[in-house]
Nanobody
Framework: VQLQASGGGLVQAGGSLRLSCAAS????????MGWFRQAPGKEREFVAA????????YYADSVKGRFTISRDNAKNTVYLQMNGLKPEDTAVYYC?????????????????WGQGTLVTVSS
């Protein structure tokens, strides 16, 4: 499975961005998808995850209520809508795929990773 993340950029605090992650696999709909981020000088952290059918979603406390993860299995794409962006959201954002929902918080369970897209939020 190849993942291609896009949609990053520079935005002012309070603004919005939508990230996309396109997958190459025909079996995309069978994968749990996640978004992670890595800020400068920090470890990569969990942001959000969505089950294969889209019925279950999970968020880090830091983004809950501001970010929304969704997917379109017909387009092999997962999205991360980010509203109310803050300077502390500045990071490289990665999408990732795993076969099961269990353990979605753990990076080690994700089998495939995209290349990352940079989000910069100015104050």
């Amino acid at each position: 499975v190849q993942l291609q993340a896009s949609g990053g950029g520079l935005v002012q605090a309070g603004g919005s961005l939508r990230l996309s992650c396109a997958a190459s696999a025909r079996t995309f709909s069978s994968y749990t998808m996640g978004w992670f981020r890595q800020a400068p000088g920090k470890e990569r952290e969990f942001v959000a995850a969505i089950s294969w059918g889209g019925s279950s979603t999970y968020y880090a406390d830091s983004v809950k209520g501001r970010f929304t993860i969704s997917r379109d299995n017909a387009k092999n794409t997962v999205y991360l809508q980010m509203n109310g962006l803050k300077p502390e959201d500045t990071a490289v954002y990665y999408c990732a795929a795993r076969r099961t929902m269990n353990g979605y918080l753990e990076q080690k369970g994700y089998d495939y990773w995209g290349q990352g897209t940079l989000v910069t939020v100015s104050s």
